[in-house]
């Protein structure tokens, strides 16, 4: 549907480099809280937010996990910011294939910040205890629009890796054994 506007909460982590120590506080709760059940375990791989951390060059930059990308850029970046070089592709907050960044190290599904949806702060701003990020909230008028949801952005990877034909098949096999 086009033309129809429709209120949307904008969420923003507002986040002050200059206040990071990189502690890396921010990994360890929000991959305890997403683990399953929550709070069971916790292993900053799995985390949604990750801190670029160079103590010899004096960089510490948080860097959340954005979506899901089928296929890498054709050509890669490379920020020199007040005489510090950062990484290929540092500041990039996609799910890629050409890194191990924002995924699960298990299964290699990919990894998105949802906010911890839920939750009434996100709990890297709530466990920050240097302030370095801070949540921001306001209201912006939207078309309306079909989200995509994350469902089918977990699909669409595993589609890739294994095939949609395959991933079919065993969502078909699935389907018939919870009828039992
Ligand atoms: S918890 Fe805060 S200070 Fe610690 S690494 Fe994360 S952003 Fe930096
Ligand atoms: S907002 Fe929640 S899901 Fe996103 S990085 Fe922070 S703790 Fe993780």
Known sequence: MT???KKKTVKTIRIDVDKCNGCRACEMICSAFHAAPKYSSNNPARARIR???EPLKDIYVP?????YTPAECAGRDKYMIDGKEYEE???CRASCPSRGDFKEPDSGL??????CEGEEEPLCVKWCITDALVLEEREEEIE?????????????SL????G?????DVVARMTLSNKD
Do not use: T
């Not at 860097?63 to 979506?67: L, N, S």
């Not at 589609?159 to 294994?162: L, N, Q, S, T, V």
């Open 110 to 115: 990919p990894l998105k910040c949802d906010m």
């Open 159 to 162: 589609a890739k890796k294994f």
């Open 51 to 53: 801190v670029i951390s």
């Open 164 to 168: 949609l034909q395959n991933v079919a």
């Open 63 to 67: 860097v959340y996990a954005g979506d």
């Open 3 to 5: 033309g129809e506007k």
């Open 144 to 156: 309306e629009e079909e989200a995509q949801e994350e469902l089918e952005i977990g699909l669409k």
């Open 89 to 91: 592709c540092a500041f």
